[in-house]
T-cell receptor
C-alpha cells in the first residue's frame, strides 16, 4: 500500500467547475504539502500545513483552497477551474523530527488535471 | 527568499559518458540542498542530500558555498539513469522545499 495516496489519478474537467483533489497518508506525518508540476517550471508550492490547525499559502495559492480534515487528510480545491490550472499535482508529507523535515518528504503519485 | 536554478532543461549523454546536472541556489543563510529524481511514471523520490556526503546509484553532489552550487555528477551514465532530476533547497525557516525547474536527463545506448 502506498504511504501517500492521491485521488483521482487523472481528471478532466470543464472551465468554471469546482473540483477537489484528495490526499491521504499513512505515514503519521504532521506536515503536508500541495505542489503543482509544470514543464519547465518545476514544482511550485501551492499550500502547506504543519498540523491540523495550521494552513499556509505557498507561492502560487491564488485560485486554490485547501482543507486539512485530519492529520492524515489534506484536500486541494479549485473553486472555479481555468485552463491554466492544467498541471500535474503532487501531495507530499514530511517528518519534522528528521533534520528540518525535508529528509522525510514522501510524495504521492500525482493527479493529472486537465481543464478544458 | 530562497531560489533554485537548474539552467539545463534537457541533457542528453551516451551510456558510459560522464554526466553533470547543474544546480545553483540563492539563500542568505545556511541551506540544505537535495536532489530528487522522478523516473517515468513514478513519484518523486529523494536521491541524495548534501549533508550526508553519500553516493547513491553512483551519483555524488558537492555543496560549493562560494559558487552557491550543488551540481550532481556521475562518472559513467547508465540508461536507467534517464529521468527528471530536481534540485531542491530548504533553509532555517522551516521544512518547505523549494525546487528548481528540473532537468530531463536522457542516457542514450
Amino acid at each position: 500500500d502506498a504511504d501517500v495516496t492521491q485521488t483521482p489519478r487523472n481528471r478532466i474537467t470543464k472551465t468554471g467547475k469546482r473540483i477537489m483533489l484528495e490526499c491521504s497518508q499513512t505515514k503519521g506525518h504532521d506536515r503536508m504539502y500541495w505542489y503543482r508540476q509544470d514543464p519547465g517550471l518545476g514544482l511550485r508550492l501551492i499550500y502547506y500545513s504543519f498540523d491540523v490547525k495550521d494552513i499556509n499559502k505557498g507561492e502560487i495559492s491564488d485560485g486554490y483552497s485547501v482543507s486539512r480534515q485530519a492529520q492524515a487528510k489534506f484536500s486541494l480545491s479549485l473553486e472555479s477551474a481555468i485552463p491554466n490550472q492544467t498541471a500535474l499535482y503532487f501531495c507530499a508529507t514530511s517528518d519534522p523530527s528528521s533534520d528540518r523535515g525535508a529528509y522525510g518528504y514522501t510524495f504521492g503519485s500525482g493527479t493529472r488535471l486537465t481543464v478544458v | 527568499a530562497q531560489r533554485v536554478t537548474q539552467p539545463e532543461k534537457l541533457l542528453s549523454v551516451f551510456k558510459g559518458a560522464p554526466v553533470e546536472l547543474k544546480c545553483n541556489y540563492s539563500y542568505s543563510g545556511s541551506p540544505e540542498l537535495f536532489w530528487y529524481v522522478q523516473y517515468s511514471r513514478q513519484r518523486l523520490q529523494l536521491l541524495l542530500r548534501h549533508i550526508s556526503r553519500e553516493s547513491i546509484k553512483g551519483f555524488t553532489a558537492d555543496l560549493n558555498k562560494g559558487e552557491t552550487s550543488f551540481h550532481l555528477k556521475k562518472p559513467f551514465a547508465q540508461e536507467e539513469d534517464s529521468a527528471m532530476y530536481y534540485c531542491a533547497l530548504t533553509g532555517t525557516s522551516g521544512s518547505r522545499l523549494t525546487f528548481g525547474e528540473g532537468t530531463q536527463l536522457t542516457v542514450n545506448p
